[in-house]
C-alpha cells in the first residue's frame, strides 16, 4: 500500500513536471476594476460573478456562444409543473478535498435565494430545495417554471461544511459593508483555487488539478494573476510593454492604435448589456435636488424633457469613438422579448426639452446629484460628464458626484441617490430578469435593484405571471405588454448598448463572450 | 508685515539705510528709493530674472482676472459643446467655437481650463505656503528663544519629519483626512485638506531657518535692551527679532511657493488632490495622460507646459532673491 502510494504520487509528480515544462503558462490580466467580495452571493455583478465562476461552478453553465450546457448537474428535467429535477455530477471534490454532495447545492441555492443574498431575485420561484439522495435534487417552484435552468447559470456552489465552519450561512450583507471570512476567502469546485488574494490590487488563481472539467475544457492556463488597473494609460502601456496577456476593457480611445500594433489583438462584439440612466419617481421630496416640497422627476414631462435634451449619438461619436450601439430601450437584442419595434430613441431635442421643462413649471430648470461609476463601465464617467453639460444646456443643473462603483453600488443599493448611471447585462438572456430586477416594485424579494421607485400593479402582476408562465406564447404577450409599459412610463433613460473589446497578446486566445465574462478554463495559448 | 516696517531700519531688505528716514514722508522719494536701491540694480541686470517676474505676474494676473480672460467657461458643465471634443489646438470645433489650445474629451477648451486650473494652483500654493510660514516661523521663534527642552521636542520633530520626502507627508496627511472626513463632504473639503496637508509637510525649513538666526539675535544688545526695560518675550520675538528673520524667510517661501505647486499637482496628478470638477493644473495632466496614446497631445502638453513655465519663473525668483539679499554675495 505504502508503496503503491508512492509509485502514484512519483507518476503523478513526472506527470504534472512534464506538463509544466510544456504549458507552465501564467495568464496575466487586468481590467479597470476589481471583483467587489469574493463571497459569491453577495453582489451580482459582472467582475465579481466573473471571479465567483471561475472559484466555483454553477449547476448550469453556458458556453461562449451562451447556449445552456451542463455544469455541475449532468442533466435536468421538469418532473411535474412546479418540480425540476437535476442530477448532480459525481466524484466532483471541492478545493479542500471534500466531496461535492446534493447537500451543497441545497445549502447554495438557500444561501443564494434568502436575504441579503444578491441573487434572491434571480431565483426568487423557488421555494423548496429538496435533497432525494446524494446525486439529486428537487426545486420546487412557486409555480411553473419554464426558464429555472438559465436562471442558473450565475449561482455559484459552495462547500456548506466550510461555510458553516467559518460561520457564512449566510452572504455577505454588501450594501451595509459588512465583513465576514467569505470575503477573502472561498471553497468552491472551480477550475481554479484562490491562491492569494488582495482586494483591489492583485489576486492570483491557479489551476485546480483535480477539476471535473480537465478533459472538457482546454485548461492551458495554469495561473492567473489578475490585477485591477484603474488608469487608462497605465492599463495601456502594461499591455504595449508585455506585462498584461489580456485586457478585458482597453480604452476606447486607445483601440485604433492597439490594432496597429502587430502583436496585440482585438477581439470586438456586441455585449448583452445596456447603459442607462435610473430616474428617482417617488412623489415625496428627494434630498439630491433642489427643488423643496416636490420631486420634479416624479413628473414624466420633466422625464421626457431629460431624455429629448440627451444626445447619444454625439456621446457614441465623441466619448466612445464610435464604439457603442445607441439605444433607445434598456433591453439589450440578444434577449428573448427584446421590444425591437420600440427600440427608438426620442430625438433630440432641446427647444422641446425646455419648452417641456417650462410647461412642468421648471422654466428655470433644477438642481440634482447624478451618482455615477468611475471604474465600471466603458467611460463612465466621462458619460456623465456629457449627460452633465447635455442636461445643463436645457436648464438641469447635474451635480456629478462620481465615485469607485463599491461605494456607487452600496448607494444604489441603500436608494440614497435620486439619479444615477447603470448597465443591465441580461445573464438568462430573458425580459424577465429585467423586469424581475429594475421595474417590480421594490419589495424585498422583486426590484432589488429598482431604485427608481418605479412602481406598478400591472407591472408586478405581468412580472409574477410571467415567472410562472408555461406558454410560449402567452409569456412573450405578457413580455411584450410589460415592454410597452416600461417605455410609455420612462422609468430609465437608455444611452446605449456596449459593445465589448478584448486585447490580448499575439499568442494568447480569450474567446469572446457577449455577458463580458471570460471563461480562462477556455483560453489557449497558440505558440 | 506693520511690525517689519517700523523696525526697517534692521532689515536686510533696505539696503540704504540713510534714505530710510526722508522716504517715510514723501511717497515719491520711496519710489525713488526702490529704483535706486541694489536690489533693482540686481534685478534690472538680470534679463533672466525679469523674464521669470514677467511671466509670474502674467499667471497672477491670468489667476485673478480669470473670467474675464478666458475666452470660455470650462468647468460649467452646460456651457461644453460635447461635439466640440477632441479639437485639435488652432481648429474650429463643429459648434463653430475656435480654440486656442484644443479641446479635451468632453468639449472644454484647453487655454481656459489652464487659465482657471492656474488659479487653483496658484491658490493652493500661496494658501499651502502662508500655512506653513505661519507655523514654521512660530515655531523657530519659540524653539530659538526659549530653547531647552522646547528646543529639543520642536526640532526632533522636525528632524524626524524631514527625513521622509514632503510628498510622503502630505500623502499620509491628505489620506488620515480623507478617512476623517465624511464623504459627503469631502469633494468640498478637499482642497482645504489639499493646503493643510502640504503646509503641514514644509514648515520644517522655516523652523530651522529662524530658530538659527533668532539664537543668534537674541544675544544682541538690542534684544537684552528691550528684556531689560521690561518687554514681554512675546512682544521681543514678533516686534523686535521677527523682522529680521524676514528677510530669509521671505526667500524659502518664494522657492516654497514653486514647489508646493508642483506638489499640489503631484499630487492631484495622483488622483488624491482637488476634484476632477474645479480642476488644478496637475488634475488637468492627469486628465490628459489618457489621451496620450491616441495621439490627443494637446490635452496634457499645454497644462505641463503651463505648469513648467510657473513653477521654474517661480524658482528662478526665488533664486534671485537669495542671492540679492545674501550679504556675502554682495
Given at each position: 500500500m505504502q508503496s503503491r502510494k508512492l509509485l502514484m504520487s512519483l507518476v503523478l509528480g513526472s506527470g504534472l513536471a512534464v506538463a509544466s515544462a510544456a504549458q507552465a503558462e501564467t495568464l496575466r490580466w487586468a481590467s479597470q476594476g476589481d471583483a467587489l467580495t469574493l463571497d459569491p452571493h453577495a453582489q451580482n455583478e459582472g467582475p465579481t460573478n466573473t471571479m465567483s465562476l471561475h472559484l466555483h461552478d454553477p449547476l448550469v453553465m453556458r458556453d461562449n456562444d451562451m447556449a445552456i450546457e451542463p455544469g455541475l448537474a449532468t442533466s435536468w428535467e421538469a418532473v411535474e409543473e412546479t418540480v425540476w429535477e437535476f442530477e448532480i455530477r459525481e466524484g466532483v471534490t471541492f478545493h479542500d478535498g471534500s466531496d461535492f454532495t446534493a447537500e451543497d447545492v441545497a445549502f447554495s441555492l438557500n444561501r443564494a435565494g434568502t436575504e441579503p443574498s444578491d441573487f434572491r431575485n434571480y431565483i426568487s420561484s423557488i421555494e423548496e430545495v429538496e435533497v432525494v439522495d446524494d446525486t439529486t435534487v428537487h426545486i420546487h417552484t412557486s409555480g411553473p417554471n419554464p426558464i429555472l435552468p438559465q436562471q442558473l447559470t450565475q449561482i455559484s456552489m459552495m462547500s456548506k461544511a466550510w461555510a458553516e465552519e467559518n460561520d457564512v450561512e449566510t452572504a455577505q450583507d454588501y450594501a451595509s459593508g459588512e465583513e465576514n471570512y467569505a470575503v477573502r476567502n472561498a471553497m468552491g469546485t472551480g477550475p481554479y483555487k484562490l491562491e492569494s488574494r488582495e482586494g483591489d490590487v492583485r489576486t492570483v488563481l491557479v489551476r485546480n488539478d483535480d477539476y471535473w472539467g480537465m478533459d472538457r475544457f482546454p485548461m492551458e492556463v495554469e495561473r492567473i494573476v489578475y490585477t485591477p488597473i484603474s488608469s487608462d494609460s497605465t492599463r495601456v502601456a502594461a499591455l504595449l510593454s508585455g506585462?498584461?496577456?489580456?485586457?478585458?476593457?482597453?480604452p476606447v480611445q486607445d483601440l485604433e492604435r492597439l490594432e496597429e500594433e502587430g502583436d496585440i489583438n482585438i477581439e470586438q462584439g456586441e455585449e448583452n448589456r445596456t447603459i442607462f440612466l435610473g430616474l428617482n419617481l417617488r412623489e415625496e421630496d428627494s434630498e439630491y435636488d433642489n427643488v423643496e416640497g416636490e420631486n420634479p422627476m416624479a413628473d414624466k414631462s420633466v422625464r421626457e424633457a431629460m431624455y429629448h435634451a440627451i444626445d447619444a449619438d454625439t456621446i457614441q461619436r465623441v466619448v466612445m469613438r464610435g464604439r457603442s450601439v445607441p439605444t433607445g430601450t434598456i433591453a439589450p437584442p440578444f434577449i428573448n422579448g427584446y421590444p425591437e419595434e420600440l427600440d427608438e430613441r426620442l430625438a433630440f431635442d432641446q427647444e422641446r426639452a425646455r419648452e417641456l421643462l417650462a410647461d412642468a413649471g421648471y422654466e428655470d430648470g433644477f438642481e440634482v446629484t447624478l451618482h455615477c461609476p468611475n471604474d465600471r463601465y466603458i467611460n463612465d464617467e466621462a458619460i456623465c460628464q456629457a449627460v452633465a453639460g447635455m442636461l445643463g444646456q436645457v436648464g438641469v443643473t447635474v451635480d456629478l458626484n462620481s465615485q469607485t462603483r463599491s461605494l456607487h453600488f452600496q448607494d444604489i443599493g441603500n436608494r440614497e441617490t435620486g439619479f444615477y448611471l447603470l448597465g443591465w447585462g441580461v445573464p438568462t438572456f430573458d425580459s424577465e430578469y429585467v423586469f424581475n430586477y429594475l421595474y417590480h416594485t421594490d419589495d424585498g424579494q422583486r426590484g432589488s435593484w429598482n431604485a427608481t421607485g418605479f412602481s406598478n400593479d400591472r407591472m408586478d402582476e405581468l412580472v409574477q405571471q410571467m415567472g410562472t408562465e408555461v406558454d410560449e406564447e402567452r409569456r412573450n404577450e405578457m413580455i411584450a405588454e410589460a415592454w410597452e409599459l416600461a417605455q410609455s412610463e420612462l422609468v430609465y433613460i437608455p444611452i446605449h448598448l456596449q459593445v465589448l473589446n478584448w486585447a490580448t497578446r499575439e499568442g494568447v486566445t480569450v474567446p469572446l463572450r457577449a455577458d463580458n465574462q471570460p471563461h480562462i478554463a477556455t483560453a489557449t495559448f497558440n505558440d | 508685515m506693520g511690525a517689519s516696517q517700523s523696525n526697517s531700519q534692521q532689515g536686510p531688505l533696505n539696503s540704504r539705510q540713510g534714505q530710510a528716514g526722508a522716504s517715510e514722508e514723501a511717497p515719491h522719494g520711496r519710489l525713488h528709493r526702490i529704483f535706486d536701491s541694489d536690489i533693482w540694480h540686481s534685478f534690472s541686470h538680470s534679463p533672466i530674472t525679469v523674464l521669470s517676474a514677467i511671466i509670474t505676474l502674467l499667471f497672477f494676473l491670468a489667476a485673478i482676472f480669470a473670467p474675464l480672460i478666458a475666452p470660455y467657461t470650462p468647468f460649467q458643465a452646460g456651457s461644453l459643446h460635447l461635439m466640440d471634443g477632441f479639437t485639435p489646438p488652432f481648429e474650429q470645433g463643429m459648434s463653430g467655437n475656435f480654440y486656442v489650445f484644443g479641446t479635451d474629451d468632453q468639449g472644454r477648451d484647453v487655454f481656459s481650463a489652464i487659465i482657471y486650473g492656474a488659479r487653483i494652483s496658484l491658490l493652493v500654493g500661496f494658501c499651502a505656503v502662508l500655512f506653513a510660514m505661519v507655523l514654521g516661523v512660530t515655531l523657530g521663534l519659540i524653539a530659538g528663544y526659549r530653547g531647552g527642552w522646547v528646543d529639543t521636542v520642536i526640532m526632533r520633530i522636525a528632524d524626524v519629519q524631514l527625513s521622509f520626502p514632503a510628498i510622503l507627508v502630505a500623502l499620509l496627511i491628505f489620506g488620515l483626512a480623507k478617512a476623517m472626513i465624511p464623504r459627503d463632504y469631502q469633494e468640498n473639503m478637499a482642497i482645504y485638506v489639499l493646503i493643510i496637508s502640504i503646509g503641514l509637510s514644509d514648515w520644517v525649513q522655516y523652523a530651522r531657518t529662524v530658530r538659527g538666526t533668532t539664537m543668534v539675535e537674541k544675544n544682541r544688545e538690542y534684544v537684552q535692551a528691550a528684556r531689560v526695560i521690561g518687554v514681554r518675550p512675546a512682544v521681543i520675538l514678533f516686534r523686535h527679532v521677527l523682522p529680521n528673520v524676514m528677510g530669509s524667510v521671505l526667500v524659502i517661501a518664494t522657492i516654497g511657493l514653486a514647489l508646493a505647486i508642483i506638489a499640489e499637482a503631484t499630487l492631484s496628478f495622483l488622483g488624491v488632490g482637488v476634484p476632477p470638477t474645479t480642476p488644478s493644473l496637475g488634475t488637468l495632466i492627469r486628465i490628459g495622460n489618457d489621451f496620450l496614446f491616441s495621439g490627443e497631445w494637446w490635452i496634457t502638453i499645454f497644462p505641463g507646459i503651463a505648469l513648467i513655465m510657473l513653477a521654474l519663473s517661480v524658482n528662478l525668483l526665488g533664486d534671485w532673491l537669495r542671492d540679492a539679499l545674501n550679504p556675502k554675495l554682495r
Open positions: 506585462e498584461l496577456d489580456f485586457v478585458l476593457d482597453p | -
